[in-house]
Structures are given as C-alpha cells and as structure tokens.
C-alpha cells in the first residue's frame, strides 16, 4: 500500500484519475473535459421539447403556456400525475445516467433523491389563495404565473432539478425552459423527452417543457437576455447566481453553502455519529446541504470519532496520508473537479489507502483554516474541528458557513444551545438532531426541493414561488359575515 503512495507522488492528477478508472474498470465514468466535443446522441426533436435554438424553444413554450393558463387547474394536475407516472419506472436509469455522464454521487442515494422528488413536490394544492372581506366587499390575493421560466440547473442534481422544477412551474400555471449544465447534457435531455412524452399522453399543451439540444453557456446567456422570459430560477454556484441577480428581470437564486454540523457534550453521540455519517455521504457529498465540517467540543470528540469510525468513516491520521490527499483533491487551495463527488473508497486508493467499497466519509481532523473547512469541497471528505464548549462551536460554525445562510446542522439536547445556533447562523435550513436531508423531508417533516433560494429568500421553492401575488378587489359585494 505504501509503494503504491510513493508512487502516486510521481504522478500527475490526471494519471492517478486514470489509472484508479482503470482501476474500478469505470474510465467510461470519467466526467467529459470541457475541450471535448459534446455527444451527438441527441438531435434537435421538438416533438420531445429539444429545440435546435434558445429562440425556437422559448417561443414554442410562450404559445404552450398561454394555452395552458387558459385551461382548468385539473389540467395541470393530470400533467403532473402523468409526469410521475411516466418518470417512475426510469428512475434507476436516470440515476445510472447521471453518475456516468457527470462522475459524480452514488446511484443508490440517486435513487431516493428521484423518489423524494416524485412523491414530495407539491402541486397545485400549493397554490392557497387569501381572501379580505369587509364593509367594502371582497378582495382575493390570487398566485398567478409568471409566463415562461428560464431555469437554469447544475451538474450536481440534474434531473432532480430538472424534474422538481417542472412540477412546480407547472402547477403554478408556467411554461419552463431549461438550460442545463452541459456536464449534464444527456441526461437532462432525457429528462426533458420524458416530462414530454407525459405530458402528450394527456393531451397536455406541446412545448411546456423545451429545452435546446446544445446546452452551453451562451444559449443560457441568449435564455437570460430573451425579452419572451419572464422570470429566472437558477440552481447552482455563486456566479451563475450573481449573473441571475443582475439580470433585470425577477430572479431566484438558489446557491451554495457549506454547512457545518456542531456536536457538543449533551449530544447522544451514537446518533449524531450515525447521522452525521449519513447525511455528509448521501450522494458522495455533493448535495448543496450536506454536512461539510464537523466542529466538536473536545470532551465528546473522540467518542465522536470513535463512533463515526463505527459508521463507515475512514479516519485518516497519518501526516503524509493527510497531505496525499490533498495534493489529490485540492489544487490552488480549490477542489479539483475530477475528484468531486467520488466515493470515499476511490479517493482512499489513489492515495494508495485499500479501503472497504463500503467506506461512506474520509474523516480527518483540521485546523478551522484548512481549506477542507474553507472551501465548499462537494466529495465525502469530512474535517474535525475541536472546540472547547459550545459557545466557541456556534461562533465558528458561523465563520465557517460564510453568511451564506444556507443549511447548518446540530446536535444537542441543550434547548439553549440548539436556539443559540438557530438564531446566530439564520440559515435558510436548520437540522437539529438529525441528518442534513431531514431538511429535505427525508424522515423530517416539510416538502422537498432541489433549489433551495437563499440568496433571494423564497427558501425551499414550491409551485407558490413559482407565482405572482396579484389583488382582485370586488367592492361592495360578498362580505357575507
Ligand atoms: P455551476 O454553478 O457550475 O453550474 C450551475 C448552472 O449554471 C449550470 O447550468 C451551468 O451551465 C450554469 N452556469 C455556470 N456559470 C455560468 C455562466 N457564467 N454563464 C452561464 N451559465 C453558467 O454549479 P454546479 O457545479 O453544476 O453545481 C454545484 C453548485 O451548485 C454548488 O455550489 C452547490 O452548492 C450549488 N447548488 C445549490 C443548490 C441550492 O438549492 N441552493 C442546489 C444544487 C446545487
């Protein structure tokens, strides 16, 4: 194990990515580098709402939409149901798809990601109405649509995005046009000609959902300057979010985090273990809300670690393992994109480390400085920060999300402490004695999203955020108390 270390020393990243491919026999698995020609699987096909131009697919979804806004809400519904239906039975295939073509996460917890999606994302029951009545009459506030939606989605939940998306800008009475990350590109597409085919098999309006055959960064700049787009929703990292903010028209911007997960002395351990394990694992790590840092108050920490150890996490404590490591997944003080997202085991061995496939988390302990802490490094590598007591847990906690406000995760049985953490770190989701996707509704209560907008403060987005508040005053009739 250790020849293997020393050889990895005299090899390039890209040799040591190649050679562990090779290795699992998953090359094919190697996510496409952007100087690569993009597969020429999918054609332009507007039957299945792949348009060969920005300009053709958001005109085509502008005429979709105002049929449908000029149908009964029952009609949504059933384009809802029936994109469920017809989604269902492919959810392995897309989880197989999206692993292979991005490299990145695990197919199982893909699966349950498409399933939350599915059963979770509300309809058109989201959309409640708000009535005023008095001396003067009757006044209804009313969700309205916004018109056509330019959605932008990233590589790190394709067609969850996608596909929750959808639900939502429909049941709101929208038409949406996405543009996927083209890291992404296969396999949103087949998204998008699934939600089609669904939609056909009810008669729904053809063109609901269109995308283009090419995504690129300039068809997604052409979407977000297009006069026919009424509103933009954009999941994904800090840029994409800014270029949506400063778009001028009504934007939701649904952008990073870095959640940390305090643990302090009145925790029970053993479940904060498991669920720590738990939550930084699902999907290799690469969800937005997943525990990226652990800070612990010292007296639990090694039963912490102990138990962590019990759970899957690979602890890491050798000096020149630690900096292997990091020669493998940091360049710059940045994460390397080749490494995102990967299984634990597969990081261990090309550091030359044999571990179980069963591995979920690489655990180490940092300084609060380290980049492992700084950056939001999306793959299951999971540092420890010791604290001396709560109190000094909450406020590097804080330092450490970056006011992104986010998620944050705690645990403790302390009503002061788990309200102190609330209220210091303000983040869009907060965890308390569970796993990061309890946040999600997944064993915690709430409907799920795969655009969580914190930036613009809509939170977990449904069908509602997806609407225009609009005022219908009726005077002088139906107040009838
Ligand atoms: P990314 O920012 O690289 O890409 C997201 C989307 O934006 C893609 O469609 C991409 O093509 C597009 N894009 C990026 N830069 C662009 C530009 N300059 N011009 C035009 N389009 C541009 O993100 P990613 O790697 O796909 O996803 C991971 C990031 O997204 C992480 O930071 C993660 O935290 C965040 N994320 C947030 C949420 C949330 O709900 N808050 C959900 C998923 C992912």
């Known amino acids: 194990m250790e020849q293997r270390g020393q050889q990895v020393e005299q090899q390039t990243l890209e040799d040591i990515v190649r050679q562990v491919c090779r290795e699992l026999q998953t090359i094919e698995a190697l996510p496409a580098t952007s100087d690569e020609p993009l597969a020429q699987e999918h054609r332009a096909d507007p039957d299945n709402g792949i348009f060969a131009t920005m300009d053709e697919a958001i005109t085509a979804a502008a005429a979709a939409q105002q049929t449908l806004f000029n149908s009964r809400l029952e009609v949504r519904s059933r384009i809802i149901d029936a994109i469920c239906a017809e989604v269902r039975p492919q ?54 649509p916004y018109g056509v939606i330019g959605a932008i989605t990233p590589s790190t939940n394709p067609t969850e995005t996608v596909i929750c998306n959808a639900i939502g800008m ?50 997604t700049r052409i979407m977000m300057e297009h006069p ?79 138990e962590m150890q019990k759970q899957g996490a690979w602890l890491l404590t050798e000096p020149h393992h630690i900096e292997a490591l990091e020669r493998l997944v940091l360049k710059d003080g940045k994460p390397v994109r080749d490494c995102i997202g990967r299984d634990a085991a597969w990081l261990l061995e090309a550091i030359g480390i ?30 420890l920060i010791r604290v001396e007591d709560a109190d000094e847990g909450i406020q590097l906690a804080k330092k450490v999300e970056h006011g992104f406000r986010h998620t944050a995760i705690v645990h403790s049985s302390d009503i002061n402490v788990l309200s102190r953490y609330a209220k210091e770190l303000e983040t869009t989701i907060l965890v308390k004695n569970g796993p990061s996707f309890a946040g999600l509704g997944v064993g915690g209560e709430g409907h799920t999203t795969f655009t969580i907008a914190g930036p613009t403060g809509e939170g977990l987005t449904s069908a509602r955020s997806f609407a225009r508040n609009r005022r219908c005053v009726l005077v002088g009739s139906f107040a009838i108390k």
């Open 170 to 219: 429909i049941a709101a009475g929208n038409a949406v046009v996405f543009a996927p990350h083209p890291g992404a590109r296969k396999v949103s597409l087949f998204a998008v000609e699934l939600i089609n085919q669904a939609i056909r098999k009810v008669g729904g309006p053809a063109h609901l959902v269109v995308t283009v055959a090419e995504p690129s960064h300039d068809n």
């Open 354 to 383: 044999q571990a179980p496939t069963s591995t979920r988390i690489i655990l180490l302990e940092t300084s609060s400085e380290h980049p492992f802490v700084q950056e939001e490094m999306l793959m299951p590598v999971l540092p």
């Open 228 to 306: 026919q787009i009424n509103m933009l929703v954009a999941t994904g990292g800090p840029g994409l979010v800014k270029a949506v903010m400063s778009s001028g028209k009504k934007a939701i911007g649904a952008g990073a985090g870095n959640p940390p997960v305090l643990v302090d002395k009145t925790a029970d351990i053993e479940k904060a273990a498991a669920d720590i394990v738990a939550g930084c694992s699902f999907d290799n790590n690469i969800p937005c809300i997943a525990e990226k840092e652990v800070i612990a108050v010292n007296c639990i920490a090694d039963y912490l670690i102990f």
């Open 91 to 144: 959810i392995e295939k897309l989880a197989h798809m999206g692993v292979q073509e991005t490299g990145m996460g695990r197919v199982t917890d893909k699966i349950l990601k498409h399933q939350l999606v599915l059963d979770k994302t509300p309809g058109v029951e989201d959309l409640q109405a708000y009535a005023f009545t008095g001396d003067d009459g009757l006044t209804v506030l009313e969700l309205s």
